[in-house]
């Protein structure tokens, strides 16, 4: 038997060693797709959050009247941060709106470790995402002489969160930009 005869025979469907080899193949690359590339949503540190919130404020001027919200979109593949404030009309200024977007999204890993943030101001902002109980921190990467920002959620009580924006120009020495408290209403 030469040897093209040999290498034709290896690939007889019927020899039963060359079955098993693709039943095992197949199966090996089936198991590695699905671990591999799947990702398991892991937003259990977000449950919290989900829902509507409305600012506790006093509506007196240069304080804002806001609500937002934190809501599943994509069959659960993101959170989508909507918000808006209004501010009413002072003595040196108009009333205006200011509204934001933030999308919460799973890494390769399967967890909710980025978002980005867009606002009404043509702000854009990229986030890491870091975890504490009760507490969910996010700091806009680094770029040259541009603030840093951190943006941090802690839940006070069941309907109750405290949400605190500050800015650092170093990523250590944070200053305190806005803080306050918001009530779920839904």
Not at 9 to 32: A, D, E, G, H
Not at 86 to 98: G, I, L, Q, S
């Amino acid at each position: 038997m030469g040897k093209t005869e040999k290498v034709i025979n290896n690939f007889n469907p019927k020899n039963n060693l060359f079955m098993k080899r693709i039943l095992l193949t197949s199966i090996l690359l089936f198991v590695f797709a699905i671990t591999g590339f799947s990702q398991q949503n892991s937003w259990t540190n977000w449950n919290w959050l989900l829902g509507e919130w409305k600012g506790e404020g006093t509506g007196e001027p240069g304080q804002g009247d806001g609500t937002f919200t934190f809501a599943f979109e994509l069959d659960k593949k993101v959170i989508v941060r909507k918000s808006s404030t209004e501010f009413p009309a002072t003595e040196n200024n108009p009333k205006f709106v200011y509204e934001d977007l933030m999308i919460v999204y799973l890494d390769y890993t399967g967890n909710p470790s980025k978002a980005i943030y867009f606002n009404s101001e043509g702000h854009i902002l990229n986030y890491s995402i870091s975890y504490l109980e009760n507490t969910i921190t996010l700091i806009s990467e680094k770029i040259p002489n541009v603030p840093i920002f951190r943006l941090t959620y802690t839940l006070i009580d069941n309907n109750t969160v405290n949400t605190k924006f500050e800015m650092s120009m170093d990523g250590e020495q944070f200053m305190t930009h806005i803080e306050g408290n918001s009530k779920k209403i839904k």
